[in-house]
C-alpha cells in the first residue's frame, strides 16, 4: 500500500463569505473537511494521509498527520510533496478539503488506471453554453469540447514531484501543471455530485432526500445475567433475555435505521434459530448498518429514544449512554435523545419483569 493521500485545506475560502472558513463549517453533522478524511480511511488505500492547513487541529488517528499550508494552493501541495519525499510512496492522490461528496467508488476507479497511467484526473460535462474572452472580445466554444476537472487527483509521486519543485507559476490544480509541462493525463469520467463547495449557496443547492425510521424492542428481564443497554454495562441484579445480548437500545435504533433504509427487520438480518448469533452483543448487529449507511452516502439527521421501563433509573446512565451512542454510530452527541418512561406499574414493565424501548431516526443524503 505505497500510497498518499493529501487534502488541502489551508485556503482562505473569500468567496465563501464566512467567519468560519468554509473546510471546518458544521456540513451532514462534522467539519467539512472531516468528510474526505472518513472516506479516505475508509477505502484502506492509503499508508498515510496528510492534512494540510493553517489552523490549529488536534486528530487522533496516527496514520493522519497534519503540516502547515502555504499563501497559495500550488504552495500548501508543494510544502506536502516535500513532506512525504523521502517516504517512498509510489503514488499521490490530492484532493481539495472543499469537495467532501467524493465516493468510494470514484477512489477505486482512479487507483485502477493509475497502475497504467502516471497521472488520472476526473471530470465531468458542462450542459451550459460556453464562452471565453480574449482583450474583451468573446468568442464561443463547444461544450461537448470542455472538461471541468475534479479532485481528487492522483500521480505517480516521482513525476509530480520534480515537476512542483521547479514550478514558479501560479496553477489551479495539479492537471494544469502536468498539462502546462506536456505531459499526459488520463482523464476519467467523474461525479455530478462531487462539487465543489465554493459559496455558501453551493450548501443548498444540492438535491436532499430524507427518510425516517422507527423501531421498537421489548425483553424479559431474568436473573444471572448481564444488562447492557446502549452498549453499556448497567449494573443491575437481571439482565435481558434474547438470543443475543437482548440490548433494547440497540435493538430498536437497529430496526428504526434498517426501516428508513427500506429494508427489512433487525429478526431478517440475526434470526433467532441460527447459533452463531447466540449471545452476540448487539454493538456487532450495529456495525454493519453504520456501514450502510455510510456506502450509500447517508447521515443521520437525529436520533430519539424512549427507553420503557420502572429500573433502572435512566437519568444516573444517560450521559454514559449517549457517548456510547455517538462512538459506535460516529456521529455528534446533539443530534441524540434519550428519554426514560415509566408505565406506572401496569404489566410486564410496571412488575419489573421487562425493559422496553422504541427509537425514531431520520437519515438524509445529498444527490
Known sequence: MSNCFILLAAGKGKRFKSKTLKQFINYKNKPLFMHSIDRAIKSNFFKEIVLVTNNKIKLKNKKIKIIKGGKER?????????????????????????????????????????????????????????????????????????????????????????????????????????????????????????????KKSDLITQRIKTFYGIGFDIHRLIKNKKLYLGGVKIPFHSGLKGHSDGDVILHSIIDALLGALRKKDIGSLYPSNKNKFKNIRSTKMLNPIISDLKNNNFYINNLDINLICERPKVSKYRDKIINSLTNLMNINKNIVNLKGKTVEKLGLIGKENAIACEAIVSISKHE
Open 74 to 198: 500550488y504552495q500548501s501541495s508543494l510544502k506536502a510533496l516535500k513532506y512525504i519525499k523521502n517516504k517512498k510512496f509510489k503514488n499521490v492522490f490530492i484532493h481539495d478539503a472543499a469537495r467532501p461528496n467524493f465516493s468510494l467508488n470514484l477512489l477505486k476507479k482512479l487507483k485502477k488506471s493509475l497502475n497504467k497511467n502516471k497521472a488520472v484526473v476526473p471530470y465531468i460535462k458542462t450542459d451550459n453554453s460556453t464562452k471565453y474572452s480574449i482583450k474583451n472580445k468573446i468568442f464561443n466554444l463547444k461544450r461537448e469540447k470542455v472538461l471541468l476537472t475534479q479532485t481528487p487527483q492522483c500521480f505517480d509521486f516521482k513525476t509530480l514531484y520534480g515537476l512542483s519543485k521547479t514550478n514558479k507559476t501560479f496553477i489551479t490544480d495539479e492537471a494544469t501543471l502536468f498539462l502546462n509541462n506536456s505531459k499526459k493525463i488520463k482523464f476519467i469520467k467523474g461525479e455530478e455530485t462531487n462539487i465543489k463547495i465554493t
